[in-house]
């Protein structure tokens, strides 16, 4: 059934939302699909961009142009800024960046493992004294490893050779996340399945994002490989800190949490976390609470939700049902991007940091790049 307009909305207002979206969909499409340009430009674009005294530059732009091309992204000012942006946030234009404290940061790491698996310290720190494939204790590469390459090699060693590394780690290697765009190794994998990876992989997808070439494919790939409904580039720097769609997916909670009065961390988390069979989530208990309301059964609910980590989710009743109640409450237009309330975790993180300030972060670092006086035609 098609929902039809409350009696007590003025249909005037309700032009006024729907002209509003138009206006918004109008400005994504300029941000979001910008003109394509000739190798040439783009290669001039892309050296524009990148920092004056970088190590190997033409490496760099070689890789980032090789990365754009094969994924058919727009290679114009916009697009080439806000990848440069996130690799200078990210590492620094470090293919495998220094971390402070790292072997202290692993220890930590390791020892909070074997609390969780019931493993006394004692054993696990004795175990890590054997010799390792290179010929040093497995304790003491972790003492001595400065980027998480180096530490990433000392668990997979660990893992394959020791029966208690798969005890504490579960055959998964901890370091989730890597090279100089520091891209999800989750997501690598998923993209690598969706797009045939273009280069040779000497050991694995994971060990490829490692490289300059892998790390830079992978990460423009999440930073822009999808359509979203954003106006701002800020919404897709807050997804690279999310995941993708995050920005829009709180919108939604948003306008959830107004319909049903039921308080939502507008986290862009529509589903529970993976694996998580025994709860169905905060929004989705929201939705079913006022599913009467949006004129849908607990079924449609749970399809809509199953697209939240695609595009199609915009296009699904239960999204547009959710902005249509929700709009005519509010008598105006609601956002459908707004920046994740996360606040960040990580064993390398030491001080209190939240996807805003990351993306706010990055987007400085965006429009100082926009504004260098040094792009083509710019004399």
Sequence with gaps: MILGRSPRQPLGVLCLCGFAAWLAACASDRSET?????????RA????????????????????????????VAA???????????????????????VADLGRIAWREIDTRAAHAGVPRALVHSVLQLKSADGRSYAERIDH?????QLSDIYEDFIGSVPLGKTLFAERNPIRTRGPM?????????????????YPVAVSIPDEVFTRRGGLYFGIA????????????LYRFADFNAGQ?????????SAVSRLSGIALT????????????????????????????LNLGSEHVIEGLAEARSADFERSLLYRRVFAEAERDARHALPRAIVPRIVLHSPKITRNLTTEWYANRVEQRFDSCLTRSEWPGSH
């Design 76 to 98: 114009n000012r916009d697009n080439i800024c806000a990848i440069v942006a996130v690799i200078g946030q990210e590492s620094s234009f470090q293919v495998d960046p220094v």
């Design 45 to 72: 674009l892309i050296d524009a961009a990148l920092p004056r005294k970088l190590a190997d530059r033409t490496g760099w732009a070689n890789d980032l142009y090789a990365g754009i091309k094969v994924l058919n």
């Design 182 to 198: 520091q891209v999800n190794i989750a997501f690598a994998e998923r993209y690598a399945k969706q797009k045939t990876y273009p």
């Design 145 to 149: 490893a400065e980027t998480e390459k």
């Design 266 to 293: 507008p986290d862009g988390a529509l589903l529970p976390a993976d694996g998580d069979t025994q709860n169905s989530g905060e929004t989705q208990r929201a939705l079913l609470a006022i599913a009467k309301r």
């Design 222 to 233: 999440h930073l822009l490989d999808y359509a979203a409904p954003y106006d701002r580039y």
């Design 34 to 42: 910008p003109s394509r340009a000739n190798p040439e430009t783009a």
């Design 245 to 253: 769609y995050a920005s829009r997916n709180a919108a939604f909670q």
